[in-house]
């Protein structure tokens, strides 16, 4: 991985952390991604910490709730580093209560999947241009018997932090299939990945209450660094090389929920997608 540029979304703590410090250990460039300058700092530290060189990390900030800030940050990526050779969308989030984006989109959906798609697509110039890139979706197990309707995709209907995280690891996958269909041709792979139940600080956005359940369930997980290992896997290794369009657990393929593989069902999310970001 030596001189490799990695982006790496919701990386100043959890499973994304985790891949900053050992990818960065490997030798490449972390771009490291976090909500606030300040998490992208102490995520920095942590890493030189470590014994990680100065100039294998680097810092961007944005909110990937908005859409504004997600090409925010693709032109900051575009501009200070000018190519890019793998990508992992690894940031989520969970909302107990039905709440809407700056764009007026039901959160979950808007960070979970459509931050991810944006800044895919505007990233893949950089990532198409060179000699081999890899793009690797941090999806759930979540995802299984969780299938969108399309009738109702931002869950105006029957709310529930559960069926619309569920719902958003679906759309990962069929986003991720729908991508490296696209991308055939290319030298540029897309892969996704269940990490495993990881005691991570998700549901740390919420109350007071919601933040001491998360807690409490999150710390029966495995760590970090056990959740980070399909990911730096994806990212790394030459076994994956050229292989696309796979679902992996445990650093194996395998089958992801059965409506995934609908390429309808693909191709309808992709334009419904293209749509809510204007791309």
Not at 80 to 100: E, P, T
Not at 115 to 136: E, N, Y
């Amino acid at each position: 991985m030596e001189n490799k540029k990695i982006l790496i979304t919701g990386s100043t703590s959890g499973i994304g952390l985790a891949a900053a410090l050992e990818l960065s250990q490997m030798g490449a460039h972390v771009i490291l991604h976090g909500r606030t300058l300040a998490r992208c700092e102490a995520a920095a530290g942590h890493l030189r910490n470590q014994g990680v060189k100065d100039q294998n990390i680097s810092c961007i900030a944005a909110e990937l709730s908005s859409q504004r800030n997600v090409r925010e940050l693709a032109r900051q990526v575009n501009e200070k580093h000018g190519r890019l050779d793998v990508l992992i969308n690894n940031a989520g989030a969970v909302f107990m209560s039905r709440r809407l984006s700056p764009d007026g989109i039901e959160m979950t959906f808007a960070t979970n999947h459509l931050a991810s798609f944006l800044l895919t697509g505007l990233l893949l110039p950089i990532l198409t241009a060179g000699p081999s890139a890899r793009i690797v979706n941090v999806a759930s197990g979540a995802h299984y018997n969780h299938p969108l309707e399309f009738d109702n995709l931002e869950l105006k209907r029957g709310y529930g932090p559960l069926k619309a995280y569920g719902r958003s690891k679906f759309a990962n996958v069929l986003f991720t299939y729908a991508l490296a269909r696209r991308l055939e041709g290319t030298h540029v792979t897309a892969n996704v990945l269940h990490p495993g139940f990881v005691a991570t600080g998700m549901g740390s956005n919420n109350g007071a209450v919601v933040k001491f359940f998360a807690r409490f369930v999150m710390s029966t997980g495995i760590s970090p660094e056990e959740g980070a290992r399909t990911v730096v896997y994806l990212a790394s290794s030459h076994d994956v090389e050229g292989i696309t369009g796979k679902y992996f657990h445990q650093q194996k393929p395998m089958r992801s929920d059965a409506g995934t593989y609908d390429t309808d069902a693909q191709d309808r999310l992709w334009e419904i997608s293209r749509t809510l970001t204007g791309s």
